[in-house]
């Protein structure tokens, strides 16, 4: 039982890699700046970020840092509508993207 307790007792921090194409930096905030999340009403979410990181020859580096009661709850939410409606159109900004985003998942320990 101790994997089940973890699931729904320990906080779960997701979170999102993204390569974006030199100069489309703006663009991809843009994006994030007006995009509705569809998050306020979702069970065990807590909060969201959008990170810069660095820059290089080939990309800036971005990450979505979402923190949520549980791993359950985070699961949960990617199963619902909520999820659906904010993830619709994804496919709609050629250019901006460099491959997929590259998911990470934490649970937090202190």
Known sequence: MEGWVDL???KFI???RFKIAIGRESDFEDI???RETHLDDVKGFQKFNLLK???NEEYTL?????TWD???DF???????????????????????LGHPEFEGFEVIL
């Open 8 to 10: 729904v007792m320990k």
């Open 62 to 66: 971005y990450t979505s840092h979402s």
């Open 53 to 55: 990181g660095s820059t």
């Open 75 to 97: 699961e949960n939410w990617k199963k619902s509508e909520a999820f659906r409606r904010a993830h619709s159109g994804g496919g709609q900004h050629q250019g901006i993207y």
């Open 14 to 16: 997701a979170m999102n």
């Open 32 to 34: 994030w700046k007006n």
């Open 70 to 72: 549980s791993k359950y």
